[in-house]
């Protein structure tokens, strides 16, 4: 079973549109589960928090992710708490692909670590 906990995306079909692209990685890997949640940035971060300080207990009733849609912002900071795994080990992924801005949000000061890949790219208000 993998657990994925995602940001809502695509509004309330998030999940369904999900499960749905997943479906090819499924087969592929043998009909591999895949449990898709989808949270708020508020909700993700209490939970996420309330995971690591209790490693030991659900959180809400759910069992920790394997994978979390993070906004880009976070992974500095959950890096530096040593909440992410660094994803270059054993291959690094091909950071080539994305713009450079979006390269530099997936390290932390430009080290050689990956501690995410973009996804998804939204706007951010400024006031």
Known sequence: MLRLWVLPNGGVGTAESLRT??????RSAGGCEVE?????????????FAAFKRPELPVGGDLKPDV????SHWTAELAHLSFLEDLSQPQPP????????WRAQCRINDGDA?????????PRVLY
């Open 94 to 101: 091909d950071l080539a692909r994305w713009p450079e801005r």
């Open 21 to 26: 692209l997943l479906e090819s990685f499924r």
């Open 36 to 48: 898709v949640s989808v949270r708020t940035t508020a909700s993700a971060w209490k939970r996420l």
């Open 114 to 122: 990956v501690y995410s890949l973009p996804w998804w790219m939204e």
């Open 68 to 71: 979390v849609q993070i906004p």
